[in-house]
């Protein structure tokens, strides 16, 4: 077993690493991912290692880094596009959306497009605007998109690796703020599927369920309840398009109670589909509405509020305590 811990950062590298040496077709293309090594160092030391041909550093021009990979992928190869931050994804929207997200279907088939495209997301970090948003659930709404998340470095490991060997193209959602978080990694181990949720930590009152960077606010909220003699489970729902609603349903159909949390704007948020279709199929189960816990419905503040704005440990523990009073 080669187990090794390892920050989420470093996990991303080494799958990048580990992707590049198993298959010459393999890119790396963004802003400053070459000699600079990423903003957050995530491609740190791959051009060196691999050269200017295979980890390519482009100019400030986001629909034109997408509109490459497009080509490349149409012509065999796998490229990994970096959009630096969040923010920055728009001007490629359009690529996404109207070209990557539709060209298999247009085509009856016979295209892929085996496009990885990583956006560090979220907040958390004290940047200045465009630089903390969580647009999730515009690429989850395009059919033709796989959109995930990791919590943890084995996730971000394994799921870099099986976004890279998907023939459909994959948005990694990676939280910045998480970059840091350590645990361990398996990298000789055999990864369960890419959009399975996972039951990080059972419980029988409750059900948090929650993506990204908001799985280890869920995790602090279970720890704290259980001072108190409440028993929450926390899913970790890993993809947002597919929705392993499958997971949820069983984890709702224990406990009778659903709270949903996630850093991006409660309004028209993932968090209202879970509890649409949580509604439909667990009605008979429910003990309480579902609720949600998400980011106000306005722009991302300015750094020194960010923390007014993010959801937190009291937020979603106030959530808990609604819910468990129905």
Not at 279 to 294: D, I, K, M, Q, S
Request: glycine letters at 8%; proline letters at 7%; one cysteine or more.
């Amino acid at each position: 077993m080669a187990v090794e811990k390892m920050a989420i950062a470093k996990a991303l590298n080494e799958a990048l690493r580990g992707a590049l040496e198993s298959d010459p077709k393999v890119l790396i293309m963004g802003e400053d991912v070459g000699k600079l090594g990423g903003v957050f160092r995530v491609t740190d030391g791959l051009q060196k290692d691999f050269g200017e041909d295979r980890v390519i550093d482009t100019p400030l021009a986001e629909s034109g880094i997408v509109g490459t990979a497009i080509g490349l992928a149409l012509r065999g190869y796998r490229p990994v596009v970096e959009i630096q931050f969040d923010g920055f994804v728009f001007p490629a929207y359009d690529q996404i959306v109207t070209q990557l997200a539709k060209m298999h279907a247009r085509a009856l088939g016979t295209v892929k497009l085996p496009v990885v495209i990583r956006i560090p997301y979220g907040g958390g970090i004290g940047a200045v605007e465009h630089h903390s948003e969580s647009p999730e659930a515009l690429f989850a709404h395009v059919p033709g998109l796989k959109v995930v998340s990791p919590a943890t470095p084995s996730d971000a490991y394994w799921m870099m690796r099986q976004a890279i060997e998907s023939d459909d193209p994959v948005i990694l959602f990676e939280p910045k703020r998480r970059y840091w978080d350590k645990g361990e990694v398996d990298t000789s181990a055999i990864p369960g599927p890419l959009h399975a949720a996972r039951v990080v930590r059972e419980g029988t009152d409750l059900t948090l369920a929650a993506y990204g960077p908001m799985v280890k606010v869920c995790l602090e909220a279970a720890a704290a309840a259980a001072e108190e003699g409440k028993s929450l489970e926390v899913v970790d729902l890993r993809s947002m398009s597919p929705v392993d609603f499958a997971t949820v349903q069983a984890s709702v159909e224990r406990t009778r109670r659903l709270v949903v949390v996630h850093e991006a704007p409660e309004f028209l948020g993932m968090g209202a589909e879970i509890a649409a279709r949580i509604t439909e199929r667990c009605f008979y189960h429910l003990e309480a509405p579902v609720l949600r816990v998400g980011g106000y419905h306005s722009p991302y503040p300015p750094a020194r509020v960010e923390d007014e704005y993010l959801p937190g440990l009291d937020r979603v523990l106030d959530a808990v305590d609604r819910a468990l009073a129905y």
